[in-house]
């Protein structure tokens, strides 16, 4: 049986080198069970296919299990957060009611109704029990206020019942800009307590997310608890590739594992299916440097036809130029427009502003800071390097 499960936002058989946010996450948690109180806000921001959807997903089991109200929220182009949230947390207080005493739950049922009638006014995201929407509270159609008054009531119930909540909300550099500010609003007045309620917010996203958030709201370099994450380091790669194959009794060559190291780099996606081809090439223990290089190959060619190639194909020609010059001049690191723009023979940076925007637009690349672009995609570099 393979052990290694390639995929987006699919949980590896070992998560592994995110030890520092899991530590971090069960101290919270044992603050809002045991104290009842809440922490600071995370963000948890780097590339796509680093583990962020993954590690939000283990997350999210860890207090599922315990009983939490909790919610996992994917923000989409097109579709407000206040529908998502609606949706998600209509879930989590299904389950909530599953669970506990429905009568311990009845005012934040009642507060969840009113604030979810300003999103679907039809009555669409009923909880299933026949509670009148307490009106006037998180109704006024102010998504900042709604959100701090939603989120107090919860971490009211969720205090009384001995549990936490938790708001996950993925990919949140989706959101608008008036999302965002009410976000930070919300969550910037819900500590302001003299006993911060047992709710923990946590959004997750690109790079880009925490200037986004700063422009949203100034203080809000100061309100989030800021977690980076991106490759594993060597120790961490290595147990996710030896790890899983121990648990089966299969071992690596050294060779053979220092080879599929080097070509993953620490990616978790690529880590996961280099594994995955990598045993499926091997016919015994220990997996032979032979294996390897047949299943790295298989890896890249599946990670260039899927991850890469789609998102190449989506750019114009002018974007792809665009791109091109950035896997030259920037390779894995950000570029500055303005080099850009003078490889591309243009005078100025406004002379590629038009691509630039509709790179931005399809996910393609980032600003890391200002003037700067970066593929937010790692490997996305090597990819055009070997296009005709």
């Known amino acids: 049986m393979n052990p290694f499960r390639p995929g987006a936002g699919r949980r590896p058989p070992l998560l592994a080198g995110r030890e520092r946010e899991l530590a971090a996450f069960d ?49 989409a182009a097109g579709r407000p957060l206040p529908q998502a949230l609606a949706h998600e947390l209509q879930r989590a207080l299904r389950t909530a009611t599953g669970r506990h005493e429905p009568g311990r739950l009845r005012r934040v049922l009642a507060v969840f109704s009113a604030f979810s009638l300003t999103v679907d006014p039809t009555g669409g995201l009923s909880v299933g029990l026949d509670i009148d929407p307490e009106r006037g509270t998180a109704d006024s159609g102010d998504l900042a206020l709604d959100l701090l008054e939603l989120f107090e ?36 007045r819900l500590g302001q307590g003299l006993t911060p309620l047992p709710v923990l917010v946590i959004g997750a996203g690109l ?22 994450i991106g490759a594993l380091e060597e120790d961490g790669a290595r147990q996710a590739l030896t790890g899983p194959a ?18 993953a780099r620490g990616y978790p996606y690529f880590l996961q299916a280099a594994g995955k081809h990598v045993w499926d090439e091997a016919v015994r223990s220990p997996i032979s440097v032979e294996d390897a ?22 750019a114009t020609p002018v974007q792809r130029q665009l791109l091109r010059a950035l896997a030259q001049i920037g390779g894995s690191e950000p570029a ?20 630039r925007d509709e790179v931005l637009r399809k996910g393609l690349v980032y600003v890391p800071e200002r003037g700067f672009l970066r593929f937010s995609v790692p490997g996305m570099d090597d990819f055009i390097a070997r296009q005709d």
């Open 27 to 75: 101290v919270a948690r044992r603050r809002c069970e045991e104290r009842g109180e809440g922490e600071r806000p995370w963000v948890i921001h780097g590339l796509r296919g680093v583990g962020k959807t993954v590690l939000l997903g283990e997350l999210l089991a860890q207090v599922t299990s315990r009983g939490w109200i909790a919610a996992k929220v994917e923000v």
């Open 153 to 188: 009531v919860l971490g009211e119930s969720a205090r009384d019942l001995g549990v936490g909540v938790l708001v996950l909300i993925d990919e949140l550099q989706e959101a608008t800009g008036q999302e965002l500010r009410a976000l930070n609003t919300a969550v910037h």
């Open 207 to 228: 790079p880009s997310l925490p200037p986004l958030l700063a422009e949203a709201t100034s203080y809000a370099e100061r309100l989030y608890d800021y977690r980076a």
């Open 246 to 263: 121990a648990d089966l009794d299969v071992r690596w060559d050294h060779s053979a594992l220092q080879l599929t190291l080097d070509s």
């Open 293 to 314: 290089e047949l299943g790295v190959a298989a890896a890249r060619a599946e990670i260039d036809d899927g991850l890469y190639r789609a998102r190449w194909e989506r």
């Open 336 to 355: 500055a427009v303005s080099d850009l723009a003078h490889a591309l023979g243009k005078k100025s940076a406004r002379g590629i502003s038009v691509a």
